[in-house]
């Protein structure tokens, strides 16, 4: 078998823009469930707001890229406060409820035949992202080392994700060291505590959905430039799924967890594809058992068996603690 395609895909996807994206969503369902115990299934909906948002002010509506991105975290801000007022002081299984309604809404809404004209329904937007990709530096065919090497595009969208990723990160580990990440921590672990000593709870967990749903703005918007598309059926609940097997597989209220999840995940993902098909291709798995029409799916099996083990041996993650995951339960 080809082992050098075998771990040069796999290396390649788990640094890449899929990775980017996907620990950017996992990152914010972090803030929101790891660190204040907001059970978000709509996390697509943000990442939907953050992609449109710079495909419809560019593709129509002509205005900036950068224009764009703001307006994308624009719209990220407004779907959290309409998702937060009525639920927030709720249980927080309504919470989940809603969000999984609202993230099937948004995507049902951009397809839909009456918005065509401004969201380009089940086809999507293109072309809105030459001015990302006209400030890159780099000019040659391919970047990178060893088995990690990309193609110009992947590189630069890499590099942005990558960074955007980092100063997530940054701003994480800063908020959850300051007393606003000792009250939030301490909403996930009792809230009627938090609130008997004076504090506005209900503030506090609107302010960490807002700053989760950024994060998975930004997620999308990485998401869009690295495919130069937005198509509505991308955006589904599977999005919102895969960034909460991420989160559990890196670990939940771990600053780094998420990365290292998303860098597990897909480049697990990747292997698992390659391997089979070169198992398959090579005489190692008979045709009757298995063909590639169906690696796509037996690969999925296999994560998703990798997951039910972790979760009976280690429910709290690689990082995660296991008193936290208690408390939590509770």
Known sequence: MDWDSIFRNGGQAAFGPVACYTALAAIGLNMQFGYTGLLNFGQAAFAAAGAYGIA?????????FWLGVFLGMLAAVLLALILGFPTLRLRADYLAIV???????????????????????????????????EI?????????????????????????GWTVVALCCLITFLLIRSPWGRIVKGIREDEDAVRSLGKNTYWYKMQSLILGGLFGAFSGMVFAVSKHSVNPDDYATKFTFTALAVLILGGTARV?????????????????????????????LPSWLIDDSKVAIVRLVFVGVALVLLMIFRPQGIFGDKREALIRDR
């Open 56 to 64: 419809v002010a560019v593709t129509t509506f002509g205005l900036s």
């Open 99 to 133: 969000t999984i309604a609202a993230s099937e809404i948004v995507r049902l809404t951009v397809r839909s035949v009456r918005f065509t004209p401004t969201f380009g329904g089940t086809d999507g937007l293109q072309g809105f992202t030459n001015r990302f990709y």
């Open 136 to 160: 890159s530096p780099l000019h040659g065919a391919q970047y990178g080392f060893w088995i990690f090497r990309y193609s110009r595009d992947d590189a630069w969208v890499s590099i942005i």
């Open 256 to 284: 780094l967890g998420p990365v290292v999840g998303a860098i597990i995940f897909t480049g697990a993902l990747q292997f698992i594809d390659v391997f089979t098909r070169e198992a398959i291709s090579h005489g190692y």
